[in-house]
């Protein structure tokens, strides 16, 4: 029995709106774990790169064997990472996490130490002639003048690890590459298309959410520009 001809399913179209009605939970599915891997990856990588700039910020010894080790991360290929990670934590969802804290430590260790370097001495002085102590000089002063920088470096890293989430497909934790790399298998177009442009759309959605946060974090940036 052949396929009525306007079952774009069956033709195998690129553009295929009974593909988004059919396969929406599964759809749905690699969204969220999609998000979920990458907003994991970045918050664990965020949590590492604060302590790691502050200790090359401080110490300046550390300063260079922190950004090399980084940097090293950093050049190392996805697969190559993985198979690297696989003895520690199998074929897992945690092998991906891993990975791609690893990768995002780069671009937010520099970030971030860039920004607090930049924090003006005669600011830091002001402060303690005011009476701040290390912490609240480091909570009230450093860091909110580090933010801006320390927030291009998190928008770079999450459009980052939103692409690199897709890699994971290769240990079945790939959130929307899980879909891409079985559609190119297959040749199913729509299934590689939809994830395709799903992944483009979370990289752009989260890009725009940070912009904003940094715009609403940082009010003095807007009145200076």
């Not at 991906?96 to 995002?104: D, E, H, N, P, R």
């Amino acid at each position: 029995m052949t396929a009525p001809p306007d079952d774009c399913l069956a033709r195998n179209e690129w553009l295929c709106g009974a593909y988004l009605s059919s396969r929406r939970e599964i759809l749905w599915d690699a969204v969220v774990q999609h998000l979920q891997l990458t907003a994991v990856s970045v918050l664990i990588g965020l949590v590492l790169a604060v302590p790691l700039a502050l200790a090359a910020r401080h110490r300046r010894w550390a300063a260079g064997p922190v950004l090399a080790v980084t940097t090293i991360l950093y050049t190392v290929p996805s697969l190559a990472m993985f198979s690297l990670l696989l003895p520690v934590y199998g074929l897992s969802a945690s092998l991906v996490v891993a990975g791609l804290v690893l990768y995002s430590l780069t671009l937010l260790v520099r970030n971030i130490l860039a920004g607090l370097r930049a924090v003006p001495e005669e600011t830091r002085q002001a402060a303690r002639g005011m009476g701040y102590g290390p912490l609240r000089l480091l909570l009230a002063v450093e860091l909110p003048l580090a933010l801006p920088a320390a927030m291009a470096g998190l928008r770079i890293a999450t459009v980052s690890a939103v692409s690199l989430v897709t890699v994971g497909a290769i240990v079945g934790h790939g959130g929307l590459g899980n879909l891409i790399y079985s559609g190119m298998n297959t040749y199913f177009k729509a299934q590689v298309l939809t994830a395709s442009v799903l992944c483009v759309v979370i990289a752009v959605a989260a890009d725009l959410l940070l912009l904003l946060a940094q715009r609403l974090l940082t009010p003095w940036t807007r009145r200076q520009s």
